[in-house]
């Protein structure tokens, strides 16, 4: 049984709060609507997604400039190669992981030793 069969008393009757049925019924809703709008919508959800994508990866940016900062001025120096190591890593828990390991750091080996655990 298809949602757009259902009369309108009884589709609203039905409680939203199910979880992933709020979900449901928005796309049930996309499916009646016609092609231009349906294309629009996807094109609305498209940005969305490109936005989140976008500032996680901001995000990532920001938490590897700051840890190679923070090794630069605790060590006085990175090597390029650590930078790229760091430069490697895309997962903002892994770079938040690697930043509290990294504070316990004593020597520029051992900062290198906990970036290439990651």
């Not at 936005?51 to 990866?57: H, K, L, N, P, T």
């Not at 930078?83 to 080996?109: G, M, N, S, V």
């Not at 900062?111 to 655990?117: C, K, Q």
């Amino acid at each position: 049984m298809y949602l757009n069969n259902l009369p309108g008393d009884e589709l609203e009757a039905i409680p939203v709060e199910v979880p992933g049925l709020k979900k449901a019924l928005t796309i049930e809703e996309i499916f009646k609507k016609s092609e231009k709008e349906r294309r629009l919508y996807e094109l609305r959800e498209k940005a969305i997604r490109d936005e989140i994508s976008m500032v996680a990866g901001a995000k990532a940016e920001g938490v590897r400039e700051s840890i190679i900062r923070f090794v630069r001025k605790r060590f006085k120096s990175v090597s390029g190669e650590l930078q790229a190591k760091i430069k490697q890593i895309t997962d903002i828990e892994a770079l938040e992981r690697l930043y509290d390991e990294l504070l316990d750091a004593e020597t520029p080996e051992q900062a290198a030793e906990i970036v290439s655990r990651m």
